[in-house]
């Protein structure tokens, strides 16, 4: 499988798609809002932009992206407020929601309809009024350059950095038997491989970003990490799920519904990293500060019904927000 042409989260809004089992990642989405708020607030009053750019990276479809989109409206529309909306002419809103090119993106404007009068319902409830804001797609893949020079105030990405440009390089059939990612009988060589193809790709990521950033500009980014150093048993929702989802994969080879060969050859192009090895990287970067660093925990509930929440199957999982600025 080609990833930057034919991966994709399972389409439309059926009882497995994407937009119906991603309640999780939507949290992370409402734990992170302080830190988008921040980084939108300083935009308005540092950069006091015409036309603010925002862009959601590995937008995926359903409700996320446009929870997202409400929280910067919702900022934009209190600051003009408490600003007495002294400009000449209101500052209006970018949005670009990105995604690799077979996302289902049609999903999402089916969904601007609605959405787009939940603003106007919320912003009516709290007597304020919202930016005029456009919505656009950008397919593509967020580890090749996306958007002009200099022409995007706010990139944000949620649980989307774990995912790698590929399966590490050369990393063959043999080299991690029974295991579809870091498990406890991967050998050292092979979690090196894989912590090597997420640093080449997220120091990609930072170079393309930092040439598309307007200068001042910012970034909220989320990822699924884990707990320590320790890539083995670090812990974290990647870890653990991850070892789960092999067993089960392994008790269909005992049953002989999956071929072993099929098995062992499988590796899933997915990296968790560390809280030290984000830092490291940024810094290595010299293109990013960091500004703020927090490490949260979620409740991994994969239905989406908040009265179930109590009894369901809690794993911890460990996303990283990092919150950054440029320096020029
Ligand atoms: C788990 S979903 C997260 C979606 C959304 N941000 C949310 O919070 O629900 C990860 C998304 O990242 C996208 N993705 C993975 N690699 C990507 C890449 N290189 N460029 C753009 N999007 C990518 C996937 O297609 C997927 O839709």
Request: net charge negative; charged share 20%.
């Amino acid at each position: 499988m080609k990833i930057k042409l034919d991966f994709h989260m399972i389409k439309g809004d059926g009882d497995s798609s994407y937009a119906k089992n991603s309640s999780t990642q939507g949290k992370a989405i409402l734990s992170t809002k302080p830190m988008v708020e921040k980084a939108t607030k300083e935009i308005c009053m540092d950069l006091q932009p015409r036309s603010m750019v925002v862009a959601d990276l590995g937008c995926s479809s359903g409700a996320n992206t446009l929870l997202f989109i409400s929280e910067v409206i919702a900022i934009i529309s209190e600051e003009t407020h408490a600003s007495n909306n002294n400009r000449e002419c209101p500052m209006e809103v970018q949005f670009f929601l990105n995604d690799l090119p077979n996302n289902d993106f049609n999903h999402n404007f089916q969904l601007l309809e609605q959405f787009k009068q939940s603003i106007v319902r919320d912003c009516a409830r709290k007597g304020l009024q919202h930016p005029p804001y456009y919505i656009a797609g950008v397919p593509g893949s967020f580890y090749t350059r996306l958007f002009p020079c200099n022409s995007v105030h706010i990139f944000h990405s949620s649980f989307s950095l774990m995912w790698l440009s590929q399966v590490p390089d050369p990393l063959d059939s043999s080299m991690n038997k029974g295991n579809i990612y870091i498990g406890v009988t991967t050998p050292p060589l092979v979690a090196k491989l894989y912590l090597h193809q997420f640093e080449k790709d997220f120091s990609q990521f930072l170079q393309t970003r930092f040439i598309e950033l307007v200068p001042g500009g910012k970034m909220v980014l989320t990822f699924l990490g884990r707990k320590t150093n320790d890539v083995v048993h670090g812990g974290g929702m990647m870890n653990t799920s991850l070892e789960l989802l092999s067993q089960a994969m392994h008790t269909l080879v005992v049953e002989g519904r999956v071929e072993k060969e099929k098995l062992d050859s499988f590796n899933l192009p997915m990296y968790g990293p560390s809280v030290d090895e984000l830092k490291q990287l940024v810094q290595e970067s010299q293109l990013f500060d960091i500004i703020d660093i927090l490490p949260f925990d979620l409740t991994f509930d994969p239905i989406d019904k908040l009265e179930l929440e109590e009894s369901a199957t809690t794993i911890t999982g460990r996303p990283y927000s990092i919150h950054e600025a440029i320096y020029r």
